[in-house]
């Protein structure tokens, strides 16, 4: 048992089964002066004075605890990188211009081809230690720098070794659908994106396409996700990334877990999708590292009661591990409050990638928790540009990442 006496502050959203919405993901709990009971990786006791038999105390006076982060959206297994983009991005030349002439994801993906196995696991074991760090304590890892079966499994093994070392739990995607491969043609890449589903579902848990102009159609979308139904994967789709191109009508359409981006939906996809009961995972790094002022319209969501959960988005274009920074970016430019970006980066998160048992500090939830070195919870977003993050602890276990 492990004892977490005398926090300042604990901060957690309401106990929920459903993500949550409208005015409630503006509204958290908060515990002052109270300790947390923790017995193998559960909460068992969340209140003042608690007396236990506990073999490890940690004295948590002035810290505030909060639940861990959970990222939902990531492309974190790569090799390589692609710095030099930036300065292209600075000099005028779009996300889609780089894509069409070899860069971008074609880029990572002979970066990754031509990885091995070992060297892959090393560079992508340094970003799941960085993500901790910062207060991911369960992270969705993508597929899609592979664009071919053997290099598409790679990188799934990587990402479930990753969750297999004791520290960050991971969920697992197979992104195939990613870009169209240089020299493939489409029809035939598409069905052999099919033919790969029955390979990678024992590595991957999710499959997840990129429907928008230069990836996939909606129609090309549609095809791969309902066959990916047929193999028993929740579905995932990144959607509406540039403008409002059908991704997320069909992700209502489709009723997938997710609709992720939505940076270019219009008010009626985000009425369809609410009433299908789609989570829309927002990633404020994206426009940020594309230069870009068009971050999805967090507050037009808010106000119709769609569930929105955040996300880093972490890949090459967009390298970022921090989910502190990510919300920070929910403020200042999605002008969402502390108390909405915490919710959108915990229990909405957590329901995001189907995990039920987290997200929350409550009696009976797993135990994975940050204790913070700030004043107030909201000082994670107020005091931004470091890491306030001072313990991660992960399934009971306080975790040196």
């Known amino acids: 048992m492990l004892l977490l006496r005398g926090a300042a502050e604990v901060v957690t959203p309401p106990v929920t089964s459903k993500p949550l919405s409208g005015k409630a993901m503006g509204e958290v709990e908060r515990h002052p002066n109270t ?84 060297d892959l696991k090393a560079e992508s074991l340094l970003r799941f230690n960085n993500a901790i760090k910062h207060g991911s304590t369960t992270i969705e890892i993508k597929s899609g720098y592979g664009l071919e079966r053997d290099t598409e499994i790679k990188q799934l093994k990587v990402a479930n070794w990753l969750g297999s070392l004791g520290l960050a739990e991971t969920v697992v995607t197979f992104m195939g659908a990613h870009a169209l491969p240089e020299g493939s043609e489409r029809f035939s890449y598409i069905n052999q994106i099919i033919e790969m589903l029955p390979d990678v579902r024992e590595f991957s848990d999710f499959c997840d396409v990129f429907c928008e102009e230069g990836a ?30 059908g991704g ?5 359409e489709l009723g997938v877990v997710s609709a992720d981006h939505l940076a270019g939906s219009t008010l009626e996809t985000i009425k369809e999708l609410q009433k299908a009961g789609v989570i829309g995972v927002l990633l404020p790094g994206t426009p940020f ?73 409550a ?30 602890i992960i399934g009971g276990k306080v975790i040196d990442a």
Not at 289 to 303: E, H, Q, T, V
Not at 331 to 356: H, Q, W
Not at 367 to 383: E, F, M, Q
Request: aromatic share 8%; with cysteine; hydrophobic share 40%.
């Open 35 to 118: 300790d947390i009971l923790i017995e193998n990786d559960k909460i068992v006791a969340v209140g003042r004075d608690l007396e236990s038999l506990a073999s490890k105390v940690i004295d948590v006076s002035g810290k505030v605890i909060v639940p861990g982060f959970v990222d939902p959206h990531t492309h974190l297994v790569w090799s390589g990188s692609r710095e030099h983009e930036l300065e292209w991005k600075l000099k005028g030349r779009t996300y889609q211009e780089i894509l069409a002439d070899g860069g971008g994801i074609l880029r990572t993906v002979k970066e990754t081809r031509n990885s091995d196995f070992s």
């Open 248 to 252: 997320g009508k069909l992700a209502a």
């Open 289 to 361: 590292a594309i230069l870009s002022d068009k971050f999805s319209p967090a507050r037009k969501m808010i106000a119709n009661n769609l569930p929105i959960a955040l996300a880093t988005d972490c890949n090459p274009n967009c390298y970022t591990e921090s989910m502190q920074f990510i919300q920070q970016l929910a403020v200042f430019r999605m002008k969402m409050t502390p108390a909405e970006a915490l919710v959108a980066s915990t229990i909405n998160a957590a329901l995001a990638i189907e995990k039920t048992d987290r997200g929350c500090i």
């Open 216 to 245: 996939f159609t909606d129609n090309e979308s549609r095809k791969i996700l309902e066959a990916a139904k047929e193999h028993d994967f929740s579905l995932k789709i990144h959607a509406d990334e540039f403008g409002d191109t």
């Open 363 to 392: 009696e009976g939830w797993r135990a994975d928790l940050l204790i913070c070195d700030i004043p107030d919870y909201r000082h994670l977003t107020y005091h931004f540009g470091v890491n306030h993050v001072e313990t991660v």
